[in-house]
Each structure stands twice: as C-alpha cells, then as structure tokens.
T-cell receptor, first 110, second 111 residues
Framework: QQPVQSPQAVILREGEDAVINCSSSKALYSVHWYRQKHGEAPVFLMILLKGGEQKGHEKISASFNEKKQQSSLYLTASQLSYSGTYFCGTVNNQGGKLIFGQGTELSVKP | DAGVIQSPRHEVTEMGQEVTLRCKPISGHNSLFWYRQTMMRGLELLIYFNNNVPIDDSGMPEDRFSAKMPNASFSTLKIQPSEPRDSAVYFC?????????FGSGTRLTVV
C-alpha cells in the first residue's frame, strides 16, 4: 500500500533539473508532496487532486496521472535550498489516510 | 497562526515507563494524524482522526500504544510501557483536503 518513489537519491549541481517519481499499486484520490530538511519536520509543497492535474510552486511543479496511478515532481534550475528529502504521500479515497513513500534524498551542490 | 504544536520536543525515559506525547492541531483543521519516523522504517502512519473520531488505527504497533482526541484542539499519544525500540521521532500533523501541516515532532529516546 505504501507508494514507491524513484530514485532513492539524486545529486545535482546548482541549476540542473531533476524528476522524482511516485507510483501506487492502488487507485489514487490525491497525491501530496513534502520536503524535509535534516532535523526538521516535513513541509507541505503541494497537493494534486485530479487526474492529469499539474501544479507549480516557484520552480517546483508536479503532475498526476490518475490512470497510471503515478505522480512526478519536477525541480527545474535547482538551488542549494532545494536539498532535502522529498516524500510523496498518497490517499486512496476521500477522507482516507495519507501514506508516505520511502523518500528521495536530493542533494544540490554548488 | 502558531501552527501545529507538539510537546515535549525531547523526551528521554527509562524502559517500562509511561510516555505521553501531546499535540495541538491548527484551529479549523478536521483531520489529525500521528506518524513515527525512523531511519529504518521511514514515516509510518500510526493513527488518524477525522472530526475527533479515530478512523484507522491499524498502524499502531501494539496494545502498548493508544491515542485519544477528546476535542478538536488536543490529542495525545501514549506508550505504556515504553521499550527501547519505540525510540523515534513522533510527528503530529493536522489538515484538511487541501493539505496537512506537521508539528515540529517529539524525539523520544527510551533507554
């Protein structure tokens, strides 16, 4: 039931782009994306509620393919501040529980 | 808004002792979640409430764990008796359909 994220880790140079994928074996009602920095709590980035929906947050955007039960997070022109662990969370039905993937560790180097 | 408030921030206790973690959600949020985070197991959902009612507690590891939400502004997670394998960071998160906000967490160490 836990969504699967890929890759597990990625190292970037400042200005490079990255894609983080999240897939589920079950039908999805919504997908959430969070970023967690070391020693801190996860911080909400965005939620996607409809199939095919895309959302953006500065240079971070995401898509949701309801049919494929997948979501992708796109980070463009990465900045040092983007470093952290990114989690996708999935909800299978309205009012249902939010289950997180295992996380993707992103490191942005100067 | 003060955000989701958890207390204590750190707790060190001896094996066998009772531990109570507290959470004050953001006013107006109708869902509350308790998560546990460890390096090995990641972010595990323990239990969640909708409108103060426990909906799913299937993630609670054992009968030693219990959670309550007596009203919309307060929830507790209790471990009795505590064991060293309970050592982890425990997060409370509150929210609604638009997203969830995490508290700063309680780092629990059981020795």
């Amino acid at each position: 039931q836990q969504p699967v994220q890929s890759p597990q880790a990625v190292i970037l140079r400042e200005g490079e782009d990255a894609v983080i994928n999240c897939s589920s074996s079950k039908a999805l009602y919504s997908v959430h994306w969070y970023r967690q920095k070391h020693g801190e709590a996860p911080v909400f980035l965005m939620i996607l509620l409809k199939g095919g929906e895309q959302k953006g947050h500065e240079k971070i955007s995401a898509s949701f393919n309801e049919k494929k039960q997948q979501s992708s997070l796109y980070l463009t022109a990465s900045q040092l501040s983007y470093s952290g662990t990114y989690f996708c969370g999935t909800v299978n039905n309205q009012g249902g529980k939010l289950i997180f993937g295992q996380g993707t560790e992103l490191s942005v180097k100067p | 808004d003060a955000g989701v408030i958890q207390s204590p921030r750190h707790e060190v206790t001896e094996m066998g002792q009772e531990v109570t973690l507290r959470c004050k959600p953001i006013s107006g949020h109708n869902s509350l979640f308790w998560y546990r985070q460890t390096m090995m197991r990641g972010l595990e959902l323990l239990i969640y409430f909708n409108n103060n009612v426990p909906i799913d507690d299937s993630g609670m590891p054992e009968d030693r764990f219990s959670a309550k939400m007596p009203n919309a502004s307060f929830s507790t997670l209790k471990i009795q008796p505590s064991e060293p394998r309970d050592s982890a960071v425990y997060f409370c998160a509150s929210g609604w359909i638009g997203g969830y906000t995490f508290g700063s967490g309680t780092r629990l160490t059981v020795v």
